[in-house]
Structures are given as structure tokens and as C-alpha cells.
């Protein structure tokens, strides 16, 4: 079975009206990722849709993303949590890539995202859910807090950024990470195909983060893209794609539980 473990429902479906007819009949497992109540509301339903289809229901992931780190988010996301509705904490992170101002790291931007970073790590903690985050040009703070992330069930790496050092380095502080690779292993970017290459089998998983990231040429990111990628990634580690496959959706077991 194919993984997708970081897909945006709601921004799919809004790139491409038609997904929810393919996708239900396309036997993915997969966690959808929503940042806003709208966008959760959304993908909850969608989830409630696809349950008459005996298909794998997605697991859901909600977090105070770094690009729109508002504090308002928190209480929603805590009665989620505490309530069982998601799955997984998250986007939670850090991004100061410096596209933009706020994007852009200094004493101010860097006491914000730290400030949402550290409430949903809290959260994580107390209920025992997995972490899903989200890092651009901020590995150093994946250190920074190794330790209390070192307690957690699963922390997911989405569309990992890091080298493979510094993925080997997070899995000998005691890190139960799990690094997920989208379609930049199909655009050719070297630092993702080196830390595929070099990271243990059982800490890869597979992503399109639909609509986003797209394939090179494409407008977005379709859910099918899921298929190339794990071929590409499969590539990389001299594999054929079905022992690929076999060996992502093992992880995914252990990082999000299965399917329902």
C-alpha cells in the first residue's frame, strides 16, 4: 500500500476539484494536514466520506505552523488533541528560509515560532501523540530540543531538509525519527538523495505534500505523484519499487499507528 504521509486535503481540493473520486477508490494510507479550523473541518469530513469505502481512513494531523505561528490556534489544537480527533501534533516547527521578513531568523521572529514550537512539543508530551514538524534553515533547534523529543512516540521529519549526519546524529540522541522525502527526490536535489541513501531503511517515509512541491514542470502537486516518488526513492536505495513500498508502509506502522 502506498504512503502519503503529508498531504494538505482542503488545498488540494482546491486545485483540484475531482481528487476525492480518485483518491477514494486509490487505497493510500495517509495523514492530512490542517493549520486552521476551516481547513481541518474540511478534511475531518473527508475522512468521514471515505469510510463507507473500507479503504484506509487518512489520519489527521493539526499544528501552529512557523509560517503562521498565532497563538489564538492553541486551544482548538489542545481540545483536538485531548479529544482524539487528530492523530498527530503538527506542522510544528521552525522556518526561517528568508523569503520573508517574518521568515527571516532574529531575536523577535525566532521567541515567536520558539514560543508555538515549544506549546505543541508540551502537548505532544502530555498526550502521548506523535510530532510532525516542519524545518528550514533551523537544524540547530532540532538539537536544541533532542532531548524532549527524545521522549516523544514519533517525531516525523517532513520533507526532510537535514544531511545525513545530522539525521544519523538526531537517531543517536534517542530521537524515534522518522525523515519523509517528497518529490524534490524526483527533482534532483542532491542533499535529499545523499540522506536517502544513508539513513536506516526503517526510518523512511514517503510524502507529496499535495498541492504543494510539485513535481519540476508541474503547476502542483497531484496525490498521484505518490507513485513516482516512491519509484525515485526506490532508485536511490537500489531497490525495486514494491520492496520500497513494502518497507515505507512498515513505517508508517510504527510512526502513525496504521490505518484504521
Keep these: 500500500m502506498p504512503v502519503d504521509a503529508h498531504i494538505h486535503f482542503a488545498n488540494l481540493f482546491q486545485r483540484d476539484p475531482e481528487f476525492p473520486g480518485r483518491f477514494s477508490s486509490a487505497a ?3 495523514c492530512g494536514a490542517s493549520h486552521d479550523p476551516e481547513e481541518f473541518a474540511w478534511s475531518e469530513a473527508f475522512r468521514e466520506s471515505l469510510r463507507a469505502g473500507g479503504g484506509p481512513l487518512p489520519r489527521l494531523s493539526y499544528g501552529i505552523h512557523p509560517q503562521a505561528p498565532r497563538m489564538e490556534q492553541a486551544e482548538f489544537l489542545d481540545s483536538l488533541a485531548r479529544g482524539g480527533r487528530i492523530d498527530v501534533i503538527g506542522e510544528a516547527g ?6 520573508r521578513p517574518e521568515f527571516t531568523r532574529g531575536p523577535e521572529t525566532l521567541a515567536i515560532q520558539r514560543r508555538a514550537f515549544e506549546f505543541q512539543l508540551d502537548l505532544a508530551l502530555k498526550t502521548g501523540l506523535p510530532l510532525l514538524v516542519h524545518l528550514r534553515k ?4 532540532a538539537f536544541e530540543y533532542a532531548r524532549p523529543l527524545s521522549r516523544l512516540p514519533a517525531v516525523i521529519f517532513h520533507s526532510w531538509p537535514g ?5 544519523l546524529a538526531l537517531l543517536g540522541r ?9 518529490a524534490i527526490v524526483i527533482n534532483g ?3 535529499a538523495a545523499s540522506s ?3 539513513i536506516p531503511a526503517s526510518t523512511i517515509l514517503s510524502e507529496t505534500d499535495a498541492p504543494w512541491q510539485p513535481p519540476r514542470g508541474e503547476a502542483f502537486c497531484r496525490f498521484e505523484a505518490i507513485g513516482p516518488i516512491v519509484a525515485a526513492m526506490a532508485a536511490i536505495r537500489l531497490l525495486d519499487a514494491e520492496a520500497m513500498e513494502a518497507q515505507i508502509a512498515a513505517n508508517w506502522v510504527r510512526a502513525f499507528g496504521g490505518g484504521s
Aim: aromatic share 18%; proline share 3%; net charge negative.
Design 28 to 30: 493510500i494510507a495517509s
Design 94 to 99: 521552525f522556518d526561517f528560509f528568508g523569503d
Design 138 to 141: 533551523a537544524m540547530d533547534l
Design 163 to 167: 544531511t545525513p549526519g545530522e539525521a
Design 174 to 182: 534517542g530521537v524515534e525519527a522518522f525523515f519523509s522525502f517528497g
Design 189 to 191: 536535489h542532491k542533499r
Design 196 to 198: 536517502l541513501a544513508a
